[in-house]
T-cell receptor, first 115, second 112 residues
Framework: DTGVSQNPRHKITKRGQNVTFRCDPI?????LYWYRQTLGQGPEFLTY????????KSRLLSDRFSAERPKGSFSTLEIQRTEQGDSAMYLC?????????????FGSGTRLTVV | DQQVKQNSPSLSVQEGRISILNCDYT??????FLWYKKYPAEGPTFLIS???IKDKNEDGRFTVFLNKSAKHLSLHIVPSQPGDSAVYFC???????????WGAGTKLIIKP
């Protein structure tokens, strides 16, 4: 297993466009998390899945954001009508249920720039 | 309101000396604390953790100290090596929770 994989690594988009990111977790991990990190800040929780069920969404996740995890494997995070404030690093992590938040493995992130 | 604070944005330490990174928290419900290390263009990687029932945890060159009464923890790296240059994040979690609350990070620079 090569760890948590995120694609693309970088995305530049024009304001108002839609973007979609993908995360492939470690295969035996049933929990998957999305975080957002802006410059000079630590990661901020966005949402998490246990298998295919999205169990929690942060208030940071506006209606323009949607995340899915069909079949409990990979996950996608879509941002509709992007705004400049959406520019950030989007991090995906996975863990086993027994480890929970104490056993995160992060991907390398997708850096989004909205121009 | 920041529940986890790392008040030093950066720290410069001579190679071979001790690096001490500090973290303060406000939420008394936190019972598990973690330190992550992050290199540019990579995701954070787990370094060391400590449960609130302990006041010290050691792993090789890395030791984390927890002072619950002061709501303060620190990470000691000794001796510091050039490969330790990175951004260090302190994170905290409440029991059985699924998410971590993160500090803003401290950039550690090890000078040769």
């Amino acid at each position: 297993d090569t760890g948590v994989s995120q694609n693309p690594r970088h995305k530049i988009t024009k304001r108002g466009q839609n973007v979609t990111f993908r995360c492939d977790p470690i295969s035996e991990h049933n929990r998957l998390y999305w975080y957002r990190q802006t410059l000079g800040q630590g990661p901020e929780f966005l949402t998490y899945f246990q298998n295919e069920a999205q169990l929690e969404k942060s208030r940071l996740l506006s209606d323009r954001f949607s995340a899915e995890r069909p079949k409990g494997s990979f996950s996608t995070l879509e941002i509709q009508r992007t705004e400049q404030g959406d520019s950030a690093m989007y991090l995906c992590a996975s863990s086993s249920e027994t480890q929970g938040a104490y056993g995160y493995t992060f991907g390398s992130g997708t850096r989004l720039t909205v121009v | 309101d920041q529940q986890v604070k790392q008040n030093s944005p950066s720290l410069s330490v001579q190679e071979g000396r001790i690096s001490i990174l500090n973290c303060d928290y406000t939420n008394s419900m936190f019972d598990y604390f973690l330190w992550y290390k992050k290199y540019p263009a990579e995701g954070p990687t787990f370094l060391i953790s400590i449960s609130s029932i302990k006041d010290k945890n050691e792993d090789g060159r890395f030791t984390v100290f927890l002072n619950k009464s002061a709501k303060h923890l620190s990470l000691h790296i000794v001796p510091s090596q050039p490969g330790d240059s990175a951004v260090y994040f302190c994170a905290a979690s409440a029991y059985s929770n699924y998410q971590l609350i993160w500090g803003a990070g401290t950039k550690l620079i090890i000078k040769p």
